[in-house]
């Protein structure tokens, strides 16, 4: 079983890819070893994934038939450390549809390696799930939204990435996908139509944004040039998660729908008094998560299953 105290130990003093100690980074067997326990435990058979964002975790109690683990008791699971993120996974059933669900994601400003928070992605891979849905709270940089907006996500920009920080460094696993993965089209267009149709029936179209979400590192807010060099950079909304998520689940061929929870606006003014906290960030959330639960709900219940044409 993969050992992440050693491991995370081992990557603080690894910087270069050539240093990683490639013996300690998780192999096949050790996303296996945990999806088998978990098949094991439970009857059900999710063909969707559900990451939960900081306070959206409530999505996961409106399951059906649950069966709920815990993150300390399955085997190779991180744990999660951050206020509004539960630690649990919880399998059951949305519209008649069986779905696995994370009460708490895990983020690379809590110390873990970026291999350690997408762990879960590869062992719902190895569970049959299709498609992955990921919700997030971010900050707003785009003129036209306000806290409690929900944002489709269109596309990322991954800024831990683009200074090399992958969760798909290290040797390539060819059974999980490719070295050179495309990210071109990453949040599935039929996926992102489909929450659009749910939108206007849902009367919340005045709410509702597609836009480009920017993963930064954290756990610091950002500065007043941080969050106009962002804006002017193209990016609506801004958090510290989702990108590598993302990228391993697309890199292993699962179909990936996100959605940002717009909790604050990013102060790009050095005469506002506002000042964004974690505290704020959940209350909103919270304020405004069942919106966000309908979509998603109503969004398992449309799509298409058995149609992922990343197979
Ligand atoms: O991205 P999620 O997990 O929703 O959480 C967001 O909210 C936290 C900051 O309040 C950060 O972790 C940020 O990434
Ligand atoms: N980086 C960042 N993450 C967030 N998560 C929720 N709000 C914010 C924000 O304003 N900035």
Redesign the pocket.
């Known amino acids: 079983m993969v050992d992440w105290v050693v491991f995370d130990d081992l990557m603080k003093d690894y910087t270069m890819l050539d240093d990683i100690p490639v013996t300690s980074l998780p192999r096949h067997d050790d996303y296996q070893r945990t999806a088998d326990w978990l098949l094991s435990h439970t009857k059900q058979r999710p063909l969707v994934g559900i990451i939960c964002g900081?306070g959206l975790g409530l999505l996961a109690d409106t399951l059906k038939a649950q069966d709920s683990f815990p993150y300390a008791e399955i085997p190779g699971f991180p744990q999660s450390t951050v206020q509004g993120h539960a630690g649990r996974l919880v399998f059951g059933e949305l519209k008649g549809r069986s779905c696995v669900c994370m009460q708490g994601r895990f983020h690379m400003y809590e110390g873990h390696s970026l291999c350690k928070t997408t762990f879960p992605v590869r062992v719902f891979k190895l569970l049959g799930v299709e498609t992955l849905i990921v919700t997030n709270?971010?900050?707003s940089l785009a003129d036209g939204y306000q806290p409690g907006d929900i944002m489709i996500i269109k596309d990322h920009i991954n800024f831990p990435g683009l200074s090399g920080l992958s969760p798909l460094n290290g040797p390539n696993d060819d059974k999980f996908g490719p070295r050179f993965p495309a990210m071109s089209n990453v949040y599935d267009k039929d996926l992102r139509c489909l929450a659009m149709d749910i939108v206007k029936q849902m009367g919340l179209s005045q709410f509702v944004h597609e836009g480009v979400y920017a993963m930064?590192g954290?756990p610091n807010?950002?500065t007043v040039s941080e969050a106009k060099l962002l804006h002017r950079l193209g990016v609506d909304a801004?958090?510290?998660s989702t990108a590598p998520e993302v990228l391993v689940a697309s890199h292993c061929g699962l179909r990936v729908f996100g959605l940002s929870l717009i909790?604050?606006k990013?102060v790009r003014s050095y005469d506002g008094q506002d000042q964004?906290n974690h505290e704020a960030?959940l209350e909103v959330s919270k304020m405004r998560s069942h919106s966000l639960q309908l979509l998603i709900t109503q969004l398992v219940g449309r799509m298409d299953m058995n149609n992922n044409t990343h197979f």
Do not use: D, K, L, R
Request: proline share 0%; hydrophobic share 55%.
């Open positions: 900081s709270a971010a900050g930064v954290g807010f950002e801004v958090g510290m909790t604050n990013v964004v960030v």
